[in-house]
T-cell receptor, first 113, second 113 residues
């Protein structure tokens, strides 16, 4: 089945630093999504990407849909303590009977004030 | 607009028992998905329902089942609980059929003793 490789598994950074994480797949996706999960909460959608090569920003977050449709990255600029959490990438293919997301294993981000 | 609501938030069961979890999607969303989240396996797709029909199912044993009602509310049931069923069970509703944009509830934390 489809698998997503997300890296790094964890990051420990200082407040103010920029962060980059990425996701690669063995097969293509039509949509890439990035979620953040805080402890004890469900994942929250940050950014959705629909077109290969697309670069989308949401505040200090920027994500790109790889041109091969097999990868995506997420950047966080000028990190702050509330950025702490687990970030997940997810891939989706619309149509047919595939109404599910395939998730990466997540990147645990710790921000030191 | 109210988000996805899951009940109960926490529950403790013993091996062999069964459990039913409930989910109310965002108003107007007709697709409901269920995911299991564990530290070792990450987010794993269980099943997805639309208009009371299961459209897609993940690789879980038959002990895991679900259903959807005419008002789009959904329940999932796990019978003959095993220790390995301890997990966070997340329900999500889909914004649109081709978006892949899932909106998650806060989850139901199941502990099996």
């Amino acid at each position: 089945g489809q698998q997503l490789n997300q890296s790094p598994q964890s990051m420990f950074i200082q407040e103010g630093e920029d962060v980059s994480m990425n996701c690669t797949s063995s097969s293509i996706f039509n949509t890439w999504l990035w979620y953040k999960q805080d402890p004890g909460e469900g994942p929250v959608l940050l950014i959705a990407l629909y077109k290969a090569g697309e670069l989308t920003s949401n505040g200090r977050l920027t994500a790109q849909f790889g041109i091969t449709r097999k990868d995506s990255f997420l950047n966080i600029s000028a990190s702050i303590p509330s950025d702490v959490g687990i970030y997940f990438c997810a891939g989706h293919n619309s149509g047919g009977s595939n109404y599910k997301l395939t998730f990466g294993k997540g990147t645990l981000l710790t921000v030191n004030p | 607009k109210a988000g996805v609501t899951q009940t109960p938030r926490y529950l403790i069961k013993t091996r062999g028992q069964q459990v039913t979890l409930s989910c109310s999607p965002i108003s107007g969303h007709r697709s409901v998905s269920w995911y299991q989240q564990t530290p070792g396996q990450g987010l794993q797709f269980l099943f997805e329902y639309f208009s009371e029909t299961q459209r897609n199912k993940g690789n879980f044993p038959g002990r895991f089942s679900g259903r959807q009602f005419s008002n789009s509310r959904s329940e999932m049931n796990v019978s003959t609980l095993e220790l390995g069923d301890s997990a966070l069970y997340l329900c999500a509703s889909l914004r649109g059929p081709n978006t892949g944009e899932l909106f998650f509830g806060e989850g139901s934390r199941l502990t099996v003793l």
